[in-house]
């Protein structure tokens, strides 16, 4: 069987309209109830007993890219 895919290309990645004769705008509808779904009120964390002993092992360096990307966006922390 071979597929049929519709393509819009963009800057980064090509979007895909329609795979196979589904077209996107067929589940136009779905997608707006995904949307006004309120999130849950209850939070979940994980967490350690506090007895638990925890040993650092080890610190990655941040990368030249990292670096270069958080100092530029001002994301960073600075020390």
Do not use: F, W
């Amino acid at each position: 069987m071979k597929n049929s895919v519709e393509l819009i290309p963009t800057d980064s990645l090509p979007l895909v309209i329609t795979l196979n004769g589904h077209s996107l705008s067929d589940y136009r509808q779905e997608a707006q109830s995904y949307a006004l779904e309120r999130a849950s009120a209850t939070q979940a964390s994980i967490r350690g007993e506090e007895s638990e002993q925890v040993e650092l092992r080890q610190i990655r360096r941040e990368t030249p890219e990292e670096h270069a990307l958080n100092r530029r966006t001002g994301c960073a922390k600075r020390s």
